[in-house]
Each structure stands twice: as structure tokens, then as C-alpha cells.
């Protein structure tokens, strides 16, 4: 049941604030405190995660290597599952690994999480189908409660993805004595806030469809971001190349003249994601030089983004302010709109684009 949507994807978007409040209320106390099911995570007693995961949900283990990394001193490794599975890493003791399915059924997310579990690793899975395979083989299954996901494009899971990372995230800093009581509250306070800034995001839809009509008409498309941005520049080229048949690729801003910008001249859209953060002078020089080759910028920000660097882009999309830290779950949304509207602008098939299945259980 679309629920009055034209699609399943667009439904799962505007879902996102009631899901991400239902994974609020799961993991924090009315006092604000974090509850993890048991028998939790002893984070003082782990030297490094592994994450991995496929598709989409990898990008959520990127995000979150950020966040881990930042706030809780925790070294991360991120992989795809396919690489990991025949690599055969060596897996240092105190590690703990943590495998990212919105069907609990990828065949190679299933094989690696295998793979860790013989060799007698702790294993967490972070899932939104609870009674699948990869939730029922972890010692810890944390949901995501964003309720069953439909359309292919993975929208709704990924933020809540992000929402329950960030909150281990949270967690594993405490634990490891990384955040006082003021600092706990602050970014609990500011999770506690997402579901009201994405609500307000989605009210972006009409702008974001007019920027899309013209997005329609390119052959290629480049995404860039810095820091945690980078994971979503990732996002959005994904979810633009599986619905709209459109080629996108991502990088990280600074890679820029390390090579793609070779690609830029004025039939390449160019959208920068850049919140304006702690490294967003960079990205704006980053930006600058694409501007400077007659490339056409998307700069997707906030309102001060807008008011330092906007002028001389090609559009701009103002997001609301949020705590830097948390941005990429307030910017997954322009990521998932802007593929919508793009797909909507051509005519594809939204919900089951070509070739694609929604979960993929062959290797
Ligand atoms: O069910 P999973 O989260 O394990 O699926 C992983 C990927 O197949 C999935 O995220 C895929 O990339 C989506 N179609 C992205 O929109």
C-alpha cells in the first residue's frame, strides 16, 4: 500500500521522520540515556571494529567509520562484503564486527559475517529484518525499525542505518570515558532533533523536482563531499545511477585534481555537499575550481553555506541547520529526492529499476 504516494519510494522518504522517531524511542530512555538490547557492547574491552556490508548499507559503515573514529577514539575498518569475504583478513583479538542489511539476506554480507563467526569473533549485526538469517547468526541484533522497505532504492533503511550507528557511536564514546554528561546530552539532545530538521527537509521536494528536470538532461553527473559528506557524495551518485540510469560518480572534494577534474566542463553537473562545517572552506575551494572549468554546481547546504558560498553556483538547496556531526542523516534526504525526481523527469521505472533486485541472495 503506497498510502496516497505515486510510489513506494516516495513514501519510504516521507516515512523517514515517523521511523527514525520509532528508532529514537527503541534506543533512548525518556532520561536520556542509551539502551543497547542485551547483551550490549563492552566498548572499553574492543580495540577496532570491522564493518561491512553492501551497496548503500556500506555507505552507512563509512558514515559511521567518521563517528566512531571522532567521538569515541575507536579505529574502524570498512569493507564491502564481497572483498572481504575471500580476502580472508586476519582479525586482530578485541575486534569486534559489525555487519549493516536492510534484508538480513545478502549473500556476501552473510558470507563474511560466516567468515568472523569461525573465527570465533563477537558478532553485531545491524538490521531491519529481524527474523533474517544475518540478525539470527549475530550475538547482538540491533534494529533499525524502519518498518518494511519496498522500492529497491534503499531510502528509509539507510537513514535509519546511520540513526542506530550514530547512537553506538554515542554509546562507545561514553563507555570509553570520551564524553562527560554535558557533551552525552548535547548530541543526544541533537539526535533527539533529526526527525524534526528531515520533516523540514522533505518540504524541499518541489524545489528539488525543478533542479531535477534539469538534471535529467545530463549524460554524467559528479557527486562531491569532505569528511562524513564524503559517504553521502557516495549515496547519492548510487541511488541517482540505480533509478535514473544516469552516470555518477563520487569523490572525496580533495581528490578533485588528483584526477576527475579532467571530466568537468559545462555539460557536467557538479553537486557539492557541504554543510557548513568544519572543512567546508575546503570544499568550497574544491568547488571553486570547478567553477572555474564552467562546471554547473549544485551546492546543497545550510542557510550560512548558502550566504558565504552560493553566489556564481548554478542552484542552490538550503537545508536546515543541524549538529554538524549528524548532518549526513539530514542530507541523505536531497541525496534520495534529487534521484526520485530525476527518475520521475525521465520516466523510469522508481520502484524496480532494471536489472536490480531488492535484495540480493546470489553472489
Ligand atoms: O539488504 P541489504 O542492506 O544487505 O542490501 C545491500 C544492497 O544490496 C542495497 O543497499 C542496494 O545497494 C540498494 N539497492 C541501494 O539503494
Not at 577496532?48 to 566512531?68: D, E, N
Request: net charge negative; charged share 20%.
Amino acid at each position: 500500500d503506497k498510502a496516497g504516494h505515486r510510489h513506494f519510494m516516495a513514501k519510504e522518504i516521507a516515512e523517514q521522520p515517523s521511523r527514525l522517531t520509532s528508532a529514537l524511542d527503541h534506543y533512548l530512555t525518556e532520561d536520556g540515556t542509551i539502551r543497547l538490547p542485551a547483551p550490549g557492547i563492552d566498548f572499553t574491552d574492543v580495540d577496532r571494529l570491522t564493518l561491512v556490508a553492501c551497496g548503500t548499507a556500506s555507505y552507512a559503515c563509512l558514515v559511521a567509520k567518521y563517528w566512531f573514529e571522532q567521538l569515541a577514539g575507536l579505529p574502524v575498518d570498512v569493507d564491502v562484503a564481497s572483498e572481504f569475504r575471500y580476502r580472508e583478513p586476519p582479525i586482530p583479538p578485541r575486534t569486534v564486527a559489525l555487519f549493516v542489511s536492510q534484508s538480513g539476506e545478502t549473500a556476501d554480507t552473510l558470507a563474511a559475517l560466516r567468515y568472523c563467526r569461525d573465527k570465533a569473533q563477537s558478532i553485531v549485526s545491524v538490521v531491519n529484518v529481524s527474523e533474517s538469517s544475518i540478525a539470527r547468526e549475530s550475538d547482538l541484533a540491533l534494529p533499525i525499525l524502519a518498518g518494511p522497505e519496498i522500492g529497491v532504492a534503499s531510502t528509509k533503511a539507510f537513514s535509519c542505518q546511520l540513526l542506530v550507528l550514530a547512537v553506538l557511536a554515542v554509546e562507545a564514546a561514553r563507555q570509553r570515558g570520551k564524553l562527560d554528561d554535558n557533551a552525552l546530552a548535547d548530541r543526544i539532545a541533537a539526535l533527539r532533533a533529526l526527525p524534526g530538521l528531515v520533516n523540514h527537509s522533505l518540504g524541499t521536494s518541489d524545489e528539488t523536482g525543478r533542479i531535477a528536470a534539469q538534471l535529467a538532461e545530463a549524460r554524467d553527473i559528479l557527486f562531491l563531499g569532505r569528511g562524513r559528506m564524503y559517504p553521502l557524495a557516495l549515496e547519492g551518485a548510487l541511488k541517482l545511477k540505480e533509478i535514473s540510469y544516469i552516470h555518477a560518480e563520487a569523490y572525496a572534494s580533495g581528490e578533485l585534481k588528483h584526477g576527475p577534474i579532467a571530466l568537468v566542463d559545462k555539460s557536467v553537473p557538479v553537486i557539492v555537499m557541504a554543510p557548513h562545517d568544519e572543512l567546508f572552506d575546503k570544499t568550497v575551494s574544491n568547488m571553486q575550481e570547478v567553477m572555474a572549468r564552467g562546471g554547473q554546481v549544485l551546492l546543497i547546504t545550510d542557510r550560512e553555506g548558502a550566504r558565504v558560498a552560493g553566489h556564481g553556483v548554478w542552484e542552490t538547496l538550503v537545508l536546515p541547520d543541524v549538529a554538524p556531526l549528524w548532518a549526513p542523516i539530514l542530507y541523505a534526504v536531497p541525496a534520495q529526492l534529487l534521484a526520485y525526481h530525476t527518475a520521475i523527469a525521465k520516466g523510469t521505472d522508481v520502484d524496480q529499476p532494471r536489472n536490480l533486485a531488492k535484495s540480493v541472495t546470489v553472489e
